[in-house]
Every structure is written in structure tokens, then in C-alpha cells.
């Protein structure tokens, strides 16, 4: 059975955890999810710049000070894009919609939100989304912080994200651990490979995502994009999407635009 919920979280600061909750989250819309992407890493507040306009209220906000603001306050539409060069659109179900909570807070209250009363207050708003979106995606920091182990220990899933690399591998040896410290355990590995030398083993990773050059998201302009998200999005929350590929792929795709 999928999950609706999982906290995708960075084995090493700079694994790619927030690029790789906003392609996954693009290509579930795809397949007809609405998606909801949480900010719990505070402190490098990555998801906010990927959002236009202002952030009021943002998710430290809402987890401070005993907000009795609904989730959908501090929410912002996330437009996925309609660059989908390889897959064939017109197969697709009706597009879901993607929408983010950001982090975007001055020192004093990042210091409140990392609070165990605000971890609690986290968890809430993780079970709060889970009943208005068929998918939450938590954007989790490392693990030594309270809102990070809320992340972890609300989610249904969690997923480890690692740089692919020799370091990769020993931070997740290290984050599994620490998993297993708090009771709980990694259900999958995704590594991302920014070099092309796939250095992380095949063996030791469920799914293994590329190097994207375009601006987020961009995983599904390429047949190599979609079915890494594929295999991720069943890796990450047990659910198997089908993205249908135009016919030739890009290839056939960027012909249909010369002609």
C-alpha cells in the first residue's frame, strides 16, 4: 500500500533533498496527485527561493507561538511546468497541483521553531496535510535538530537522501543509525549523481536521480528524468505511477516542434 506521507531527509547538508522533493512532487502532479511539499530545514530556508512573492505566513509561523492558522495560510502554489517533452501529455490524467510551505524567518524565530513544543506543533501540521493532499513531501534537514526527528517520526515513509559518492555512503550508514537510535528506520535510499560517476553503489541506493541542468523541475524532460522519478516515487511512498513516454521521447518531441 502507498504512503501518503514522507520526510525526505539529507544524509549531508547540500545531498539535494529540496531539488529532489520539488521533482518528485512534479512528477506526481503529473500523474494526477496533489502535493503538498513541507519546509523542516529551517535554517537553509532552500525551498523559499524557488517560490515567487512574499511568504506571510511561512512554516516556522506556523508552528510558533500557538497559531491557530490553517496549513492552507501559509501554502504557496508551485507551478510544476508545462515543459514535459518527454511524455506523452495527452495520456496523462488531469494534472494535480503542487503547493509548498516554506521557511523564511529572521534568527529569533527559527530559535522558537526548533523548540520540542514546535516539534509537536510540526507533527501536527504533517498530519494536518496528509488529509487535504494525497501526497506530503517534508523537506528534512539532516538528523540532530527536534524539527528534523518530528519529520522522521510523523511521516509513514522516510526516505534518505545522499550525494552519490563515497561520502554519500557513509553519511547514510550514519543516518541509519541514528534512525534506528530514534526507533524508527530508512524505508528507502535515493542518491543523487551530480558528477555522472555514479561512484554510490546501485546496490546500496532505490533509486538514483540524475543531475538535472534546468532550473526545478526538469526531471521530466527526459526519458532518463522520468523514469528515475518513477522509480523514485515507488521507492519513497510505494506508489507506482505511470508516466507514458511520447513516442520516441525528446527526440520525437523536439522533431514535432522543427516540423
Known sequence: MSATTA??????????????????????????DDVAVLDAAYDTQGLARHLPGRIDPDATALVTDGSDRPLSAGTI?????????????????????????????????????????????????????ATAFDRVLIDTPPLGSNPAVA????????????????????????TRGRLQDMGTTADAVVAVDRTGMRAFPEADADAILPQFDAEPPAGLETEAGVDALTTAADAVLGRGIELPLADGGLVAAVESLRD
Open 77 to 129: 502554489e508551485y507551478d510544476p511546468g508545462a515543459d514535459r517533452a518527454a511524455l506523452d501529455t495527452e495520456a496523462l490524467p488531469e494534472s494535480g497541483r503542487v503547493v509548498c510551505c516554506p521557511a523564511r524567518a529572521p534568527f529569533e524565530r527559527l530559535a522558537r521553531a526548533k523548540t520540542a513544543e514546535a516539534a509537536q506543533e510540526l507533527e501536527r501540521r504533517i498530519t494536518e496535510a
Open 151 to 174: 519529520a522522521v517520526t510523523a511521516a509513514e515513509r522516510v526516505a534518505v537522501v545522499a550525494p552519490a559518492t563515497e561520502r554519500g555512503v557513509d553519511a547514510v550508514q550514519t
Open 7 to 32: 520526510a525526505l531527509v539529507g544524509a549531508t547538508g547540500g545531498a539535494g533533498t529540496t531539488r529532489s522533493c520539488l521533482e518528485l512532487a512534479a512528477a506526481l502532479a503529473a500523474a494526477g
